[in-house]
């Protein structure tokens, strides 16, 4: 597959050239950027000087799928020549996440320049929708907090065990926000500090509200989700918090029992999701595409509590990507995604 990536010096797209230089299938034949465009890759992004690239203004190249890692809006606008022309398309900014384009204007404050193609593009979040994504020519990437939050609550909303009622609190490294410097990722605000925004919605919020949705017919989620900016560079962590339904189970210790099996059974052969034995830790994901899962319930109380992590740079992001278009294209969903985390 000839491959071109939209906006490579990001830091999406930076990944996204680590991950598919050593992908047994992909070529990837023509890089942008936009302040760096007429530079070498290499000299912009030394470790990647191996590609031997030149980042220019636009695609040049014949491709078979693009991968754009602009911010939204921007994002949408470059992609859509290649939607048209029926060149697949990965987007892994918000701009075809969300369905209802009122609901895109409501979160993102701009009118979607394609509103017809929000109704076509398939929600990239390949254990929930394998199906829809194989046969799908533009896939829309979930954003890092929605990926982890949903991996953490499908099981249990697909059983039918938990209340509409649901907590989600999260945690981001601060990669999340992108290479653009500003105040609020300053090594001396972030720093020995954690910071809670987005106080009055997270724009991941909705999507994850929509894909849960289409988890189980007629269940109407209610969630509450609060992010925090804490001091490292990659990571998600989510904890969510939630009530099991009146009967669902006789007694706390039968709920941590049976919650687990259903985890396992749900996850027993997806590639990247892992429910694991303890509560994980960031580090155990740096580098690669899992998403590792520990769900448990408190014995005082009767409530579920799952805890999730993945890197937001590959599984919330570029790894991700990759394991879209390895569906897209029928070949191992594996393919170039199997390199254990860097720890620590």
Sequence with gaps: MKVGIINVTGYAGIELARILHKHPEADVVSVTGRSAAGNELGDELPHLERLGMTIEPEITKSVDIVFSALPQVASAEACL?????????????????LHDPQEYLAWYGK????????????????????????????VANPGCFANAALLAMAPVVAEGLITEQVIVDGKTGVSGAGRAPSMATHFSEVNENVIPYSVDGHRHLPEMTQELKRVRAGYEPKLIFMPHLVPMTRGIFDTVYAEFVDGAFDSPDQAKARVTEVYRDYYADEPFVKVVSKPPQTKQTWGNNDCLIYPTVDSRTGRLLVFAVLDNLVKGAAGQAVQNMNVMFGIPETMGLEQIAVYP
Aim: glycine share 8%; charged share 30%.
């Design 81 to 97: 020549p290649y939607v048209r022309d029926g060149i697949k398309v990965v987007d892994i900014s918000a701009d075809f996440r």
């Design 111 to 138: 009118e979607h320049p394609a509103p017809d193609l929000l109704e076509t593009s398939v929600y990239g979040l390949t254990e929930l929708d394998r199906e829809g994504i194989a046969g799908a020519n533009l």
